[in-house]
């Protein structure tokens, strides 16, 4: 769809959000807009700026503040606590990050959403914080006559800052990103607020608050041109681009910093030392990398049982060990901080985690954790099922491609599954095997009870998986030999063993995981690309397409929901029926 004064940077569909994303770049301020069109009544509306901190005057958070306190169109006192009285929003508020300041809300009600959405935009580019110094002096801060120093942040940021934690914190953050906004207090520190001046406040507003240097969202079911025309002519239209704008700097990593700070306390006791030990874990654009860090977390250090954590806590360096993970930020990081430590045991933790962990990879994760991460693939894959297809795909005017992208998801999945339960199970044991084999035990024995364990296994993973799967998909009973939903969770089930099988036969190939890894990779996406599904092939394609397992579980399901019958597939003029229907294509 074409919007005048804005340009189409991409256009995508998002079963996440139930709808369609859009990213439009405004022609004459260089402001970013995504739109998430979709059936949400509850519409929303969001503009955030990149801001990042080059003191700890703490001037975001002041200027988060003060943007609320009136503007040009609305000049009154305190409009955001008028809007809080008034309006019907199900959602208002701003926030000050590390990296971005925020202003969201969200309503059901569209002549609320326009009435907000005009107060927030003239807050945040009109405030009359830029011309009235009072607003300055009352949200961040002045010298009352005695000589002391108030204001609305200065005063929240005392107690906010008081605490241990939080003063653990900043000196992590400011030893970990010594040379980049990070290692700033975003907040404000209050030593530092008061050597903000006016002046300093301005200029830092006029080059972050602009719109070269924004992004809007507007969400849900509403007249998205209408809004997008509304922005272009009462605003960014009004604002030209800039000749440069903030960027946020990677931080060398800092390895091997050690910090030392007193802290105050009004009960001192032996047992008042903390121990926090801190990681970069990559890049935020690395989604799957943090994902395997937030699993590895909970796997490894998840409760006081976990592996990691149990090896810690015996060696009594503290009371408690605590995790946190942050893959928000440019450069996400991880923490472990130790509790209740003394003077005498904070310094053995650094070698005791590195012991701990040298432990830990010598002798692998126990066998019933990695049965229940087993265990727990499924749920999660019935999470994606759930966010990815739409529960009347089977029904709806999209059925040919609602209907075939959902069971090719569920048919994909057993497949990958399945490969990763098993590509490991022969190679990490390899030497034990042989060892074995070479008094006499049966090498097809030891295979075949393998492969048994798997079953077993995937039982429970194929029902979670299918019954999860019929459960969100409203899927029509075909009866083609049984109940079409159980004829769903054996087809899943002989999917994902036979995938497994193929992983044992990749794992006896290869000496370790590591070599046996790319194997997998090349196999997962030969599942992808020879199954039929997303690519049309022929010729020596369509011969190996006969050995593709994804393609034989995909004929399976489509056979059970007769996916050829349905009438907006035949409809759509594809070149005769892609799934046959008997008995034997079970």
Not at 460 to 476: E, K, N
Request: aromatic letters at 8%; proline letters at 5%; a negative charge.
């Amino acid at each position: 769809m074409n919007y005048p004064g804005y340009t189409l940077v991409r256009r995508e569909d998002c079963p996440e959000q139930h709808g369609v994303l859009t990213v439009l770049n405004h022609d004459v301020s260089g402001a970013t807009v995504l739109l998430v069109e979709n059936e949400d009544t509850n519409k929303a509306f969001g503009i955030g700026f990149g801001t990042f901190p080059s003191d700890d005057t703490g001037v975001f958070h002041i200027l988060e503040h003060s943007v609320l306190a009136g503007s040009e169109k609305y000049p009154v006192t305190s409009p955001f606590l008028q809007l809080l009285k008034s309006s019907m929003a199900s959602f208002l508020n701003a926030m000050t990050f590390p990296d971005k300041t925020v202003y969201p809300f969200a309503t059901p009600n569209e002549t609320d959403f326009k009435n907000l959405m005009d107060v927030y935009l003239n807050a945040v580019f009109c405030p009359l914080a830029m011309v009235d110094k009072a607003v300055f002096e009352q949200e961040g801060w002045h010298r009352d006559a005695d000589g002391t120093v108030s204001g609305v942040v200065y005063n929240e940021m005392q107690g906010a800052l008081a605490s241990p934690d939080a003063q653990l914190q900043n000196a992590l953050e400011r030893a970990m990103f010594p040379d980049t906004a990070y290692g700033f207090v975003s907040g404000g520190d209050p030593a530092s607020i008061p050597a903000l001046t006016y002046e300093k406040y301005q200029r830092v507003y006029r080059r972050h608050y602009s719109a070269d240097n924004c992004c809007i969202t507007l969400y849900g079911k509403m007249d998205m041109a209408e809004k997008l025309a509304f922005l272009d002519e009462h605003y960014l239209s009004r604002m030209p681009k800039g000749t440069s704008h903030p960027r946020l700097t990677v931080q060398d990593q800092q390895n091997g910093v050690r910090v030392h700070i007193p802290y105050y306390t009004e009960n001192p006791e032996p047992d008042q030392v903390q121990c926090a030990l801190a990681w970069y874990t990559g890049a935020f654009a690395d989604r799957e990398r943090q994902l395997g860090v937030e699993i590895l977390l909970d796997a490894l250090l998840g409760t006081n049982q976990s592996p990691l954590k149990a090896a810690l806590l015996e060696q009594k360096l503290g009371a408690d060990i605590d995790i946190g993970f942050d893959d928000s930020t440019l450069q996400p990081t991880l923490e472990l901080v130790l509790r209740g430590a003394t003077a005498e045991t904070a310094p053995k933790f650094a070698a005791g985690v590195k012991q701990a962990v040298t432990d830990l990879l010598a002798g692998g994760i126990p066998e019933e954790l990695l049965l229940a991460s087993l265990t727990l693939q499924s749920p999660f894959m019935v999470l994606v099922v759930k966010l990815t297809a739409d529960p009347n795909c089977f029904t709806s005017n999209l059925v040919n491609i609602g209907s075939r992208t959902a069971l090719f998801v569920l048919a994909a999945m057993a497949t990958f599954m399945g490969t990763l339960n098993s590509y490991r199970e022969i190679c990490r044991e390899r030497e034990i095997i042989l060892r074995e084999a070479s008094v006499g035990v049966s090498l097809p024995a030891v295979v075949l009870s393998k492969a048994a364990v798997l079953l077993l296994v995937e039982v429970l993973q194929a029902a979670i998986l299918a019954f999860g799967f019929v459960s969100i998909v409203h899927v029509p009973q075909n009866h083609l030999l049984l109940e079409t939903d159980m004829e769903i969770f054996i087809t899943v089930l002989l999917t994902m063993f036979s995938s497994s099988c193929i992983g044992l036969l990749i794992s006896a190939l290869f000496t370790s995981g590591e070599s046996a890894i790319l194997a997998v990779l090349v196999l997962m996406i030969g599942q992808v690309v020879f199954s039929n599904i997303m690519f049309t092939v022929t010729g020596a394609a369509a011969t190996i397409s006969n050995i593709i397992v994804c393609r034989w579980g995909m004929g399976a399901l489509g056979a059970s929901t007769d996916l050829n019958s349905r009438m907006a597939w035949l409809q759509a003029g594809l070149d005769g029926p892609m799934y046959d229907a008997p008995v034997e294509n079970l």
